[in-house]
């Protein structure tokens, strides 16, 4: 069966990009200077699809299958880079995040976030 988010847990990503790093002899390069590096560049590419590209063309966007299979990847490459990233640091994901929203949530409360950019 295929990996999708709604039966898929973080153990599970994990465990294949550590299957594919170890399999490459990837884990000297994979320390968290060039992780963090990788992810960085990664998040940039990613970007990019995104620049001059008005918002009210982001729907157009949307809709190009070649566009979205290009985002899906760098977006894909991001993931992996943080759950390695993650694994060499001996940090769990999902606690990290749930810690940060909470901190996320003193620092931007409903009543004077709620519908604001700013």
């Not at 977006?75 to 909470?102: H, P, Q, R």
């Amino acid at each position: 069966m295929a990996m999708n988010d709604a039966t898929t847990v973080v153990s599970d990503l994990k465990t294949l990009v550590a299957a594919f790093v170890t399999e490459r002899d990837w884990q000297p390069f994979h320390d968290p200077k060039n992780l963090s590096a990788s992810i960085a560049i990664e998040a940039a590419e990613l970007m990019e699809h995104f620049q001059w590209v008005r918002s009210d063309e982001l729907s157009q966007l949307k809709n190009d299958p070649q566009k979205m299979q290009e985002i899906e990847e760098e977006l894909a490459d991001i993931t992996a880079y943080v759950v390695s990233f993650a694994s060499t640091m001996g940090i769990d994901l999902s606690s990290a995040l749930e810690k940060k929203m909470v901190k996320n949530a003193v620092k931007y409360p409903i009543e004077q976030c709620k519908g604001r950019a700013s």
